[in-house]
């Protein structure tokens, strides 16, 4: 049972374009979601991350944009560049009780010049 | 220099033998995670300790198991019992708080032969 789902698997985004990576979930008792970066061989790193009190976080040109009511966020990552090519995955947790992060199955961003 | 090491980064291991993966952090971290990486699955969460000698299972623990004699240290053993161990294996730590960032080692990657 998949409780948080990540689309696209694999992004293919020209270098200035915009990329977007859309999640959503089902356990109404998640309300944090963190969004991690991967290189190859590497562990993830935390990117940016939104509770559901906020409809939007931007950090330089990384944006979370979030639709509580549809359980649903996105990752935009403007000006997007080569060096941005990567694994992301979004997350969700739920702060009462729970410490696990689930983890969606992740987007293969290529950014081509 | 602080940070969460893992080792070894490759592994190699036959058929029927017990592995076990390193992982220790010097953040001084009380809580420290486990997580399976497969292609294409994201991260699943194998076991998880809050403070030290206290474990509790993830949502993948059959066929694994774990320590926490010290802070520093989450120490995983990959059973014979694990029926398919080949994957990518991340640390990680925080500070214990359910919205604190997840901090996560380099990986050490498994291969069954």
């Known amino acids: 049972q998949q409780q948080v789902k990540q689309s696209p698997q694999s992004l293919i985004v020209q270098k200035g374009g915009i990329s977007i990576i859309n999640c959503a979930y089902e356990?109404?008792?998640?309300?944090?979601f963190p969004w991690y970066q991967q290189f190859p061989g590497k562990g993830p790193a935390l990117l940016i991350a939104?509770?559901?009190?906020?409809s939007e976080k931007k950090e330089g040109r990384f944006t979370i944009s979030f639709n509580k009511s549809a359980k649903q966020f996105s990752l935009h990552i403007m000006d997007s560049q080569p060096g941005d090519s990567a694994t992301y995955f979004c997350?969700?947790?739920?702060?009462?009780?729970?410490?696990?992060?689930?983890f969606g199955k992740g987007t293969k961003l290529s950014v081509i010049p | 220099d602080g940070g969460i090491t893992q080792s070894p980064k490759y592994l190699f291991r036959k058929e029927g033998q017990n592995v076990t993966l390193s992982c220790e952090q010097n953040l001084n971290h009380d809580a420290m995670y486990w997580y399976r990486q497969d292609p294409g699955q994201g991260l699943r969460l194998i076991y998880y300790s809050q403070i030290v000698n206290d474990f509790q299972k993830g949502d993948i623990a059959e066929g694994y198991s774990v320590s926490r004699e010290k802070k520093e240290s989450f120490p995983l053993t990959v059973t014979s019992a694990q029926k398919n161990p080949t994957a990518f294996y991340l640390c990680a730590s925080n500070t214990g708080g359910t919205t604190d960032t997840q901090y996560f080692g380099p990986g050490t990657r498994l291969t069954v032969l």
């Open positions: 356990n109404t008792a998640f309300d944090y």
């Open positions: 997350a969700a947790i739920g702060v009462r009780g729970s410490y696990q992060l689930t």
């Open positions: 939104i509770r559901p009190d906020v």
